[in-house]
């Protein structure tokens, strides 16, 4: 039995923790909450010089070609920092997107970018209220143009390129878009979690270029944001671990009728709870990362199991931290909020707690999916 | 990661599998003998070939294997359906208690025959006035020459009616604060003047008792530790209340949710396209995906010679109550049939009822819920305990009630 990371990427761990400590601490992202930043540029440019978005691109176009466990390990790091950076839209989404469809000329143009971090990237799903469904977008391609609305799009107004999900004669087709173009209009939108940037993307014959030049598989993309969600549930458990720690530590240090706040049961039993739904969301996302790794057909339940749980433990940590904190928590000042909105943000960015239930009970009873 | 055994282990694996595809006992006459004969039989065949108490030392009947051996042994044991339950307490608590507090003389006597089965013990803890709080406990031992007599009451003893020996926690000094005052022995269960009644629980069944003492006499020497160290002796016992690592709680997974989700209809369709039934089917398959992938963990550490980390407190505190809610919902969707507990003419035979008539004692015994979420939240998280009134005071000046 050997479920368990190595030694050197456990070296990474505390590498990347230390790092994150160091350059993005809380007062980082406070400082992209008030202002009107959709990202900190410069921790991006320190984050692309440690390699990390190069992490699984292959070395063939200038990337490490480590393992999706590592990527795991910095996706814990990058969720219990909150760091307000495009990572999970570059490095989860687009550069999967164009490493999995992308022709070799498309691969060799954009993934060397994306690796150094030279270029940042996105995908554009989203059309309207409700969960997506892929056979109903109304995106079109035409030509070698896309024209639609896509809203919102995660992290558009600093994004250099961004995978457009669009539909043709043809059927599903993801479009590579480059942002800087008069075809493509990008409205920022307030989102609940103003440490990321979130955009309108309005589509008038933009210049497209189909990935692959053919149209894919829903399944295929379906896969892929199993991948993604994978990743996204190690995210979501490093936001619950630094809300659980912030709770534990106050617990510690408030007094109230005479005693700190943490020697009630009240307050034991809560965040006992926290403790339970992390260390569930830990080991499923274990499995989660070894099925994506090693390409294991348990993918889709296992990706499932990671995201519900991630979400999960995300949401009832954050919830209960701030409960913990009574008034302060509630507080602009107090760095509770930021979890709070992270965890909600992540809830919803690849579809949402029922969808990834219901794909759950999908991958036990081998039904086909189609929403996600 | 992978989930393969070292080469080592998957040697050991195949030894065990090969001694049990041999050894197993398939005959009639073997199941015809009452569990307990049947038990006794199956342990000293695992002892006489070196099977039993794989971790303990060969002096006491063991092989002096690791504890990713022991899993291991364990994970294909489990493979048939056999009584083992008669000795977890005694062989996994009350012998390594042994080894650590008795005489030499007293390990040489009594562990060899714990192991092979030939001498059952049990555990005589709780009491009436100490459940969760074990440490208020009421039992007297006094002083009478080289002996002392022990008089009061235990409550929930697991197997005291078959038990040939006992451990009991008493109180030596009630002068003395609560854990201070108390010293630790070993008995004789049929010792004149104990006396054994068992309890019937709620689901019919009577695995407890209630075990009173009337001027019961034990001699000096079946002490354990020091007088007044009881309780240390006592904690002895109770960390060797093992997490059953890698193991679940009955019968209770979500594949039988799902086939009876598959099998019955809710609005005109199988339940199981209903979106509510899969919310509630997806969260269930979180825990117990999570519980499954955490004693993967926890076997990983083993296997490495490490010490699994604080994850595994959380099994029983997510499998009880799953197990109970689990029980209740499937019941739900069978509707009034649910009821049905006769094994003739219930859905699974009544496993469905059972578990859920057994469930409050899951989430009861070893440690309530809250009990469990008090030791997360003390020993892992770090948090202090609640303040006591019964620090620092003579135990007899503790309020009670």
Redesign the interface.
């Known amino acids: 039995m050997n479920f368990e990371f190595s030694e050197e990427q456990h070296l990474l761990r505390d590498q990347a923790r230390a790092f994150l400590a160091e350059f993005c601490p809380t007062n980082t992202v406070r400082a992209v909450l008030d202002s009107d930043n959709e990202w900190d540029h410069a921790l991006w440019q320190r984050v692309a010089e440690m390699g990390w978005t190069a992490t699984v691109i292959p070395e063939a176009y200038g990337g490490l070609g480590l393992s999706h466990y590592e990527l795991a390990i910095l996706a814990e790091e990058m969720g219990r920092s909150v760091a307000p950076l495009p990572f999970s839209s570059s490095v989860y989404l687009a550069s999967e997107a164009i490493l999995t469809f992308g022709s070799e000329g498309q691969k060799s143009e954009w993934l060397p970018k994306l690796a150094s971090g030279e270029c940042v990237g996105t995908v554009a799903m989203w059309e309207r209220p409700g969960a997506l469904a892929l056979e109903q977008l109304a995106t079109r391609r035409l030509g070698e143009t896309v024209s639609g609305v896509k809203s919102p799009v995660p992290d558009a107004g600093v994004a250099d390129v961004v995978v457009v999900l669009a539909h043709s004669d043809a059927g599903l087709e993801a479009c590579l878009v480059p942002m800087d173009q008069a075809g493509v209009q990008q409205q920022s939108v307030m989102t609940l979690d103003g440490s990321r940037g979130h955009s309108t993307l309005t589509l008038n014959n933009a210049q497209a270029e189909i990935l692959g030049h053919n149209a894919i598989d829903p399944s295929a993309w379906e896969r892929l944001i199993d991948g993604a969600a994978v990743m996204f549930a190690w995210e979501q458990l490093g936001v619950a671990e630094s809300a659980l720690t912030q709770a534990r530590d106050y617990a510690l240090q408030r007094f109230a009728f005479g005693r700190a706040i943490g020697s009630y049961q009240a307050i034991k039993h809560k965040l006992a709870a926290m403790y339970v739904k992390n260390t569930l969301a830990r080991s499923n996302a274990y499995y989660g990362v070894w099925a994506l790794a090693e390409n294991s057909a348990d993918l889709p339940l296992a990706a499932a199991t990671a995201r519900v749980a991630g979400i999960q433990a995300a949401a009832f940590a954050a919830e209960e931290n701030i409960q913990t904190h009574g008034g302060m928590g509630f507080t602009w000042e107090f760095d509770c909020h930021f979890y709070y909105r992270r965890a909600k943000l992540l809830s919803l960015v690849i579809g949402s707690e029922a969808v990834w239930q219901d794909r759950l009970v999908s991958g036990l009873t081998h039904q086909p999916t189609v929403a996600l | 990661?992978?989930?393969?055994?070292t080469p080592a282990?998957a040697r050991f694996r195949e030894e065990a599998v090969t001694w049990l595809s041999h050894n197993v006992p398939s005959d009639d006459a073997f199941w015809a003998l009452t569990p307990l004969e049947q038990a006794k039989l199956w342990q000293k065949r695992k002892y006489d070939d070196g099977w039993a108490c794989l971790g303990w030392a060969p002096e006491f009947g063991g092989r002096g294997a690791s504890p990713?051996e022991e899993v291991i042994w364990r994970q294909e044991e489990a493979r048939y359906e056999l009584p083992t339950n008669f000795f977890l307490i005694g062989q996994g608590m009350i012998g390594p208690t042994l080894m650590a507090w008795a005489t030499a003389d007293d390990k040489a006597r009594y562990l060899p025959p714990l192991a092979s089965g030939e001498e059952v013990w049990c555990q005589l803890f709780s009491e009436p006035a100490g459940g969760s709080d074990l440490a208020a406990l009421r039992t007297r031992a006094e002083p009478d020459g080289d002996d002392w007599i022990i008089n009061g009451q235990k409550i929930w003893t697991s197997g005291a009616h078959y038990a040939d020996y006992g451990v009991i926690v008493v109180r030596t000094d009630p002068t003395l604060p609560k854990h201070k005052g108390l010293s630790y022995f070993y008995i004789d269960m049929r010792a004149p003047g104990v006396e054994i009644k068992p309890i019937k629980q709620l689901t019919g069944d009577a695995d407890f008792n209630e075990v009173y003492f009337n001027d019961v006499r034990v001699s000096d020497r079946q002490r354990l530790g020091e007088v007044g160290q009881g309780w240390q002796v006592a904690l002895t016992t109770l960390m060797n209340e093992r997490a059953a690592i890698g193991g679940g709680i009955g019968k209770m997974d979500?594949d039988l949710a799902?086939a009876i989700a598959?099998d019955v209809e809710l609005d005109g369709q199988p339940a199981?396209d209903n979106?509510a039934v899969?919310?509630r089917?997806?969260?269930w398959?979180?825990?117990e995906?999570?519980?499954?992938?955490?004693g993967?963990?926890s076997?990983?550490?083993l296997?490495?010679g490490a010490l699994p980390g604080p994850?595994n407190s959380?099994g029983k505190?997510?499998g009880a109550p799953k197990m109970q809610a689990m029980a209740s919902f499937l019941m739900d969707l069978l509707g009034a049939s649910g009821a049905i507990s006769d094994e003739a003419m219930a859905v699974k035979a009544g496993i469905i009822q059972r578990a859920y008539m057994g469930a409050p004692g899951m989430r009861i015994a070893g440690g309530t819920d809250?009990i469990?979420?008090?030791i997360?939240?003390?020993r892992?998280?770090?948090?202090?305990?609640?303040?006591r009134l019964d620090k620092g005071i003579p135990f007899t000046d503790v309020p009670t009630g």
Do not use: C, H, W
């Open positions: 990661m992978d989930f393969n055994d282990e990713i979500v799902i598959q199981i979106a899969r919310t089917i997806a969260d398959y979180v825990q995906a999570g519980l499954k992938y955490t993967y963990r076997l990983t550490a296997s490495r994850e959380i505190l997510v809250e469990m979420a008090n997360i939240a003390e892992v998280l770090g948090l202090p305990q609640e303040p």
